[in-house]
């Protein structure tokens, strides 16, 4: 594994643990990912982290494996525009992946208007990695409407949890 | 809302109807439905008489007891104890001691016996008599294999409410509902079927495979509902009750899902979503021939005809967020017709056609509600943290929803129950299920 990809997948692992620490900040539309997070000198690196390469674990450590929307919107916000391109390049990286987005929303809906609004979150972000330039035949997507919750709990915090587009790497 | 509003009394009522027919002796005993919350009317219902032993001997106890449950139930009538009879047989063609049934007050008198034919089924017959003008109501007679008591009980239920109210009965009925079971981020869920007052319990699906929103066809021997078979793209089905077969209806590009007969039962009606836009589309179900009936970028969803067929009534956030649309069949003619606070959603047309209920979110809180088709005359009948998807007793005097519980962090409560209510938005029960549940559909009356 190359350093620079190393240091990406911690640098992600980091947000994570930032994001968790302060639930506070997830409240709004605009999720996780906002912030890039400062390095830092007192981590250790451990050299036995690795993904296997092209595989959602490596997704997921380099940027992320979902993007969020604020209520009722399938628009995507720039912290959701910068994660879809580590997407895009990524696949770039491996160009025999595909894969397949799933679009989620929060409990506040009625159930089909909801299946309607994950299709359209899913495509919302479909479309953007189109735009990129990744061959749309390499991207799939379902939605689950209000169906699989990412967060328990009825609360604004797992509400925007679960307004979500979800990478799985097929 | 256990609120009950004391308006008029069944004396009242009949007071009113002495003033309106005239004629004291030929005052016809009635409960006008329509009204909101009456006192309900005391009826008394004997244990059904047989001469027969063994299996059958119980029936006629076993057929009163689901007689007085379904008439309970309504909340337009209240079964007067059994232990108050003073007269405690009666012979089927007889009179009864009117005024033994007046000392206590009973309105409504039934009477009745089962008998075994000799082909092996068993006839179920019953008398309806008005105490206070000591009148000869009804009588009808059921014939069925002794299997079939339980819906013989239930028609017999039916006659008794529509002779008293003037309204179809809607006793002899099924629900198809998706059984809930574990936590709400892989959660279970399952096809199931039951008798209107929870008898008859099955599960049709396995739980494998996430299944949403059935609904019955007019014949009530189909449901067609979404399933994510094999976690493909989410589909709708057809599921046949005597067969046991699922079909998937049509290959599309895309999800489809929001399904519902037309009145015909030859077509379905459906929402199809690709490419992020969502229309909908009808399907003949005998020549799969597909026609597609609005045209928007807007979610355009859960789609219901008129009893007639000549409308739809639709969802879609075509201005700006979920309000109800009325179509003609053939998709011409769209117009908004809800422009109260908040979002509307779930429209689900009246089998009388005078109404459509819908869900409604407003200020973070869910309503079950009805407006008239041009949309006039909203009346919001119930509301909670979740309420949702109406569905119609085929009367179209009562409806079925479903409630869901908040849930905190470890994953407690988000608890999802089935729920009966009364147009007039009095009498809610509570629908037992065996585990939780959701998105029920309420069939047509069963057919002979």
């Known amino acids: 594994m190359r350093t620079m990809k190393l240091f990406g997948a911690l640098a992600a692992l980091l947000l994570v643990v930032a994001c968790e620490s302060t639930p506070e900040d997830m409240g709004g539309a605009s999720g996780a990912g906002a912030v890039a997070p400062q390095p830092t000198t007192e981590i250790i690196v451990e050299e036995s982290v690795t993904y296997p390469p092209g595989s959602k674990e490596e997704l997921t450590a380099l940027y992320g494996d979902r993007v969020f929307f604020a209520t009722d919107r399938s628009d995507l916000q720039g912290d959701a525009r910068a994660t879809l391109e580590g997407w895009a390049q990524w696949m770039r990286q491996y160009p025999s992946v595909t894969l397949t987005i799933e679009g989620h929303c929060d409990e506040r809906g009625t159930r089909e208007y909801n299946l309607a609004l994950g299709e359209r979150r899913a495509s919302s972000a479909k479309n953007y990695l189109v735009a990129l330039g990744i061959n749309p035949n390499r991207v799939a997507i379902i939605s689950y409407g209000k169906e699989r919750p990412a967060v328990l709990g009825s609360n604004e915090f797992a509400w925007a949890q679960n307004r979500r587009g979800v990478a799985e790497v097929n | 809302m256990a609120i009950r509003r004391a308006t008029a009394t069944i004396l009242g009522g009949l007071a009113l109807a002495l003033l309106v027919f005239g004629q004291p002796a030929r005052a016809e005993l009635r409960v006008p439905i329509t009204e909101g919350q009456l006192e309900p009317l005391p009826i008394a219902i004997m244990n059904f008489a047989t001469s027969e032993s063994g299996e059958l001997a119980n029936l006629g106890v076993k057929i009163a007891e689901i007689v007085r449950e379904d008439l309970e139930r309504s909340g337009l009538f209240k079964p007067v104890d059994e232990r108050a009879f003073i007269e405690t047989s009666v012979a089927f063609d007889n009179n009864p001691r009117f005024g033994d049934w007046r000392l206590i007050n009973a309105q409504a008198l039934v009477v009745g016996r089962v008998d075994a034919q000799p082909n092996g089924e068993i006839s179920v017959q019953f008398r309806l008599w008005d105490v206070f003008a000591e009148e000869h109501m009804t009588a009808k007679k059921f014939n069925g294999v002794p299997d079939a008591w339980r819906r013989m009980a239930h028609k017999v239920a039916d006659t008794i409410y529509h002779r008293i109210t003037g309204e179809e009965g809607y006793f002899d009925t099924r629900i198809v509902y998706i059984a809930e079971s574990g936590p709400a981020d892989r959660r279970e869920k399952r096809l199931a079927i039951m008798d209107q007052d929870g008898a008859n319990h099955r599960f049709l699906t396995d739980g494998a495979d996430l299944v949403l929103t059935p609904r019955f066809s007019p014949t009530a021997q189909e449901i067609t509902y979404l ?65 597609r009936l609005t045209n928007h970028p807007a979610i355009d969803t859960h789609p219901s005809y008129s009893p007639d067929a000549s409308q739809v009534v639709f969802e879609s956030d075509r201005g700006g967020a979920q309000q109800l649309y009325v179509m003609n069949g053939d998709g011409s003619d769209v117009r908004r017709i809800s422009f109260g606070d908040g979002r509307y959603a779930t429209p689900v047309w009246s089998p009388r056609g005078d109404l459509i209920a819908f869900t409604k979110l407003h200020q973070g809180r869910f309503f079950i509600g009805v407006m008239k088709p041009d949309g006039s005359g909203e009346r919001l009948l119930t509301s909670d943290f979740l309420v949702e998807g109406p569905t119609w007793a085929p009367n179209g005097r009562v409806l079925m929803f479903y409630r869901q519980t908040p849930s905190d962090k470890q994953g407690g409560g988000g608890k999802t129950r089935l729920y009966s209510i009364d147009l007039t938005g009095y009498n809610e029960r509570e629908i037992r299920t065996p585990v939780d549940g959701s998105d029920p559909a309420w069939s047509p009356l069963l057919l002979q």
Not at chain 2, 236 to 265: C, H, K, W
């Open chain 2, 227 to 291: 399933s994510y078979l094999d976690r493909k793209r989410p589909r709708v089905y057809l599921y046949n009750i005597d067969t046991g077969q699922q079909e998937v209806l049509g290959d599309f590009d895309g999800m489809t899902f929001a399904p519902r007969f037309a009145p015909s039962g030859n077509r379905v009606v459906m929402s199809l979503a690709s490419g992020g836009n969502t229309e909908i589309y009808t399907m003949d179900l005998r020549t799969r021939r597909v026609t």
